[in-house]
């Protein structure tokens, strides 16, 4: 499976940006998506996770309420919609398949990862 991750760029604090993660596989339909971001100088951390048909979704404490996850099965994508982004949302967010929902918060259950796409918020 490849995953290509776009959407990134500068936006000033309170403003919104939506990513865009396209995988490469037939199946994308059974796989679970997630959205992780990995600041300077720190760990990759969990965003958000959303299961194959849409029924389960998480996000992080500091995500609920400002982001969204969604799929669209039909073309083979995961969205993240990031509003009121805050300088701390800085990082470089990466897409991640795996066949499962248990675990979907730590990153060595993924199999496989996008290359990543840079978020910059300037306050």
């Known amino acids: 499976v490849q995953l290509q991750a776009s959407g990134g760029g500068l936006v000033q604090a309170g403003g919104s940006l939506r990513l865009s993660c396209v995988a490469s596989a037939r199946a994308f339909g059974i796989y679970t998506m997630g959205w992780f971001r990995q600041a300077p100088g720190k760990e990759r951390d969990f965003v958000a996770a959303i299961n194959w048909s849409g029924s389960k979704i998480d996000y992080c404490d500091s995500a609920k309420g400002r982001f969204t996850i969604s799929r669209d099965n039909a073309k083979n994508t995961v969205y993240l919609r990031m509003n009121s982004l805050k300088p701390e949302d800085t990082a470089v967010y990466y897409c991640?398949?795996?066949?499962?929902?248990?675990?979907?918060?730590?990153?060595?259950?993924?199999?496989?990862w996008g290359q990543g796409t840079l978020v910059t918020v300037s306050s």
């Open positions: 991640a398949a795996d066949y499962n929902w248990d675990f979907h918060n730590i990153t060595t259950t993924y199999d496989y």
